[in-house]
């Protein structure tokens, strides 16, 4: 599965950004899909996560109430939409398709990352 992680960009604090996940193969479909972050000089974290059918969405405490996750099977997408940024959201942002159908806040339980896409939120 290859992944196309797109729409980051420069924005100011306040801001919204719709980032968007783009897999290579329909399989994408039955798996759980996950966005985590990594900001400059910080180790990787977890964003947000959804479940092969959309039912089920999870987020980091962060984000909570700012961003959502969904995806279109049918597009083999996954979109995060972000608003309110903040400047502490300023990252690069990675999508990754979850071993089983379901994801989690854990790296490990992923087995594939698209290459990134860089959210940088001005104050």
């Known amino acids: 599965v290859q992944l196309q992680a797109s729409g980051g960009g420069l924005v100011q604090a306040g801001d919204s950004l719709r980032l968007s996940c783009a897999a290579s193969?329909?399989?994408?479909?039955?798996?759980?899909v996950g966005w985590f972050r990594q900001a400059p000089g910080k180790k990787r974290e977890f964003v947000a996560t959804i479940n092969w059918s959309a039912a089920t969405t999870y987020y980091a405490d962060s984000v909570k109430g700012r961003f959502t996750i969904s995806r279109d099977n049918a597009k083999n997408t996954v979109i995060l939409q972000m608003n309110s940024l903040k400047a502490a959201d300023t990252a690069v942002y990675y999508c990754?398709?979850?071993?089983?159908?379901?994801?989690?806040?854990?790296?490990?339980?992923?087995?594939?990352w698209g290459q990134g896409t860089l959210v940088t939120v001005s104050s």
């Open positions: 193969r329909r399989t994408f479909n039955n798996n759980g």
């Open positions: 990754a398709v979850a071993r089983l159908s379901y994801g989690s806040e854990y790296e490990r339980d992923y087995a594939y």
